[in-house]
C-alpha cells in the first residue's frame, strides 16, 4: 500500500501563498492517481483536484481553479499542492490522498496522509 506524508502547511496571511508537499512510498505508486482534499471543522472532506502520477492528467474542483496548482516531481516521489491568493475560508486540514481513479469524493481513494494544517489569517 502507497504511504503519503503532507508537509508545508502553517499560518498564513490572507493574500499569501503555500506550498504543500506529499511524499509518497509503496509497491503501487506508480499507477496511482494522486488526490488532494480539505476539511474545515464540522465540514465534509472537499476535493480539490487530483493528478495522475503515469500520465499527465490534472483535474480540478471548479472553485480551485486559478487560485490552486497541483504537480508532480516523480523523482521524488512526491506531488505539490500550490495555493495563492489564499483567503479566510480556505482555512482547513489539507490531505493527499491515492486512488485508482481520480474521482472527486474522499470514499473513492484507499489510502491516506494524516495531514496538514493551514490556516489563514484575515
Known amino acids: 500500500q502507497v504511504q503519503l506524508v503532507e508537509s508545508g502547511g502553517g499560518l498564513v496571511q490572507a493574500g499569501g501563498s503555500l506550498r504543500l508537499s506529499c511524499a509518497a512510498s509503496g509497491r503501487t505508486f506508480s499507477s496511482y492517481y494522486m488526490g488532494w482534499f480539505r476539511q474545515a471543522p464540522g465540514k465534509e472532506r472537499e476535493f480539490v483536484g487530483a493528478?495522475?502520477?503515469?500520465?499527465?492528467?490534472?483535474y480540478y474542483a471548479d472553485s480551485m481553479k486559478g487560485r490552486f496548482t497541483i504537480s508532480r516531481d516523480n523523482a521524488k516521489n512526491t506531488v505539490y499542492l500550490q495555493m495563492n491568493s489564499l483567503k479566510p475560508e480556505d482555512t482547513a486540514v489539507y490531505y493527499c490522498?491515492?486512488?485508482?481513479?481520480?474521482?472527486?469524493?474522499?470514499?473513492?481513494?484507499?489510502?491516506w496522509g494524516q495531514g496538514t494544517q493551514v490556516t489563514v489569517s484575515s
Open positions: 493528478i495522475s502520477w503515469g500520465g499527465s492528467k490534472i
Open positions: 490522498a491515492a486512488g485508482a481513479r481520480p474521482v472527486d469524493y474522499a470514499s473513492g481513494y484507499n489510502s
